[in-house]
């Protein structure tokens, strides 16, 4: 079984549009973390968020926020106002207590925003 | 300037050729990573260092052999025994050995072979 579930595989978005990446995570800890990263068409990784399992709050950064239940196992993020440099694909991740440091990644959800 | 820096940036292997991709960080950083990501698919671990001149299997290391000498260096082999290794290869590192430390990528390197 999938530790980490990005059902949406692609989403193509018109230029202002919102756009919410959905992350189903599984794990047995009580402790762990999540991360997302964006990996941009030049193909590095870059981090935009990292949320530990006991910090429900929801977070806000710019266009960017994160909605974290963990009644669902969920770990959504959402872009607000999209615009055509948010095109890229996004990786969620977890972080396990019983895994170390080690990150396990979802499949991604590329993003595409149209002018 | 403080990153991690991955060459090079494309490398062509022949059949039967060990290569060897380079990954250096100068953000004093302990812990190390190398991924694997093939086409429309996420990352898989490789080989990970959490320490100079120690490391561990991650969970597709085989054909892969790595070293940790230097503190900032993290080279990644891939053997002859590695059937199938075009992919794009993303190096990490983390802050220290401890839990959860965030992870922050190169830029890559494309393997393809001829």
């Known amino acids: 079984a999938q530790k980490v579930t990005q059902a949406q595989t692609e989403i193509s978005v018109v230029e202002k549009e919102d756009v919410t990446l959905d992350c189903v995570y599984e794990?047995?800890?009580?402790?762990?973390?999540l991360f997302w990263y964006k990996q941009p068409p030049s193909g590095e990784l870059v981090f935009l968020i990292r949320r530990n399992s006991f910090d429900e709050q929801n977070e806000i950064s710019g266009r960017y926020s994160w909605n974290f239940q963990k009644s669902t196992s969920s770990f959504n993020f959402t872009i607000t106002a999209s615009q055509v440099v948010d095109s890229a694909v996004y990786f969620c991740?977890?972080?396990?207590?019983?895994?170390?440091?080690?990150?396990?990644f979802g499949g991604g959800t590329r993003v595409l925003v149209k002018p | 300037d403080g990153g991690i820096t991955q060459s090079p940036k494309y490398l062509f292997r022949k059949e039967g050729q060990n290569v060897t991709l380079s990954c250096e960080q100068n953000?004093?950083?302990?812990?190390m990573y190398w991924y694997r990501q093939d086409p429309g698919q996420g990352l898989r671990l490789i080989y990970y260092?959490?320490?100079?001149?120690?490391?561990q299997k991650g969970d597709i290391a085989e054909g892969y052999s790595v070293s940790r000498e230097k503190k900032e260096s993290f080279p990644l082999t891939v053997t002859s025994a590695q059937k199938n290794p075009t992919a794009f290869y993303l190096c990490a590192s983390s802050n220290s050995r401890g839990m959860f430390e965030t992870q922050y990528f190169g830029p890559g390197t494309r393997l393809l072979v001829l």
């Open positions: 953000l004093n950083h302990d812990a």
């Open positions: 991740a977890l972080s396990e207590q019983a895994a170390g440091n080690k990150l396990t």
């Open positions: 794990t047995r800890d009580t402790t762990y973390y």
């Open positions: 260092s959490q320490i100079v001149n120690d490391f």
